[in-house]
Each structure stands twice: as C-alpha cells, then as structure tokens.
Nanobody, 125 residues
Framework: QVQLVESGGGLVQAGGSLRLSCRAS????????MSWFRQAPGKEREFVAA????????YYADSVKGRFTISRDNAKNTVYLQMNSLKPEDTAVYYC??????????????????WGQGTQVTVSS
C-alpha cells in the first residue's frame, strides 16, 4: 500500500483558486488509480474527481465539472487537484485516495486501499 499526504488547502474567497497536492510514498504509485473526495460538516463524503494510473482517463462529479482539474505526475508520486472558480459550497475537507487498479474506471463507492489525512478548503463568500 501507499501512504498519502495532502497539502495545499486553505482559505480563499469565492471565485478564487487553489491547487491541492497528494504525495504518495512507495515505488508503485504509477500502478494506482487515484481519486479526490471531500466531506463538508454534517454531510457524507462525496466523490470529486478521479484519474487512471496513466492519466489518460479522468472523471469528475457534476458539481465540479468545468471548474476542477485532476492530474498526476508519476515521476513525482503526486496527484493534483486544480480548483478554479471556487464557491462557498466547495468548503470541505478534501481527501485523496488510492486503489491498486489498472483499469480506466473504478466505481467511486468501491473500497480504496489508502486514504490521506485530509486538507481543509474554506471558501468565503
């Protein structure tokens, strides 16, 4: 399994941007399908975005499509989430997750092998 550490969260005004990073330990990062999830206070965790091991396939929740971009750099063992045009409803703790999977699509509700500790994103109106 890989260990995941997120960074890049913070406080931003509505309309602003943030870039989250998730660095993984281990030498098999390129074999992992990576996703971002978020959890707002009092709400269930929800899927945000995902990227296949090669980066060729990406998927987004409808609520962030067109505003967020997921990418990865396998040489740096890192996955990113570029968040633009942020809205107050994007406020949440953001988690990255990894699963050892070589396919192009992984059902978001399926189990993941590793989770990060989370990074807080707060968007003020």
């Amino acid at each position: 399994q890989v260990q995941l550490v997120e960074s890049g969260g913070g406080l931003v005004q509505a309309g602003g941007s943030l870039r989250l990073s998730c660095r993984a330990s281990g030498r098999t990062f390129s074999s992992y399908y990576m996703s971002w999830f978020r959890q707002a206070p009092g709400k269930e965790r929800e899927f945000v975005a995902a990227i296949s091991w090669s980066g060729a396939s990406t998927y987004y929740a409808d609520s962030v499509k067109g505003r967020f971009t997921i990418s990865r750099d396998n040489a740096k063992n890192t996955v990113y989430l570029q968040m633009n045009s942020l809205k107050p409803e994007d406020t949440a703790v953001y988690y990255c997750a990894a699963v050892y999977y070589s396919g192009s699509y992984y059902i978001p509700s399926s189990p993941y092998d590793s989770w990060g500790q989370g990074t807080q994103v707060t968007v003020s109106s």
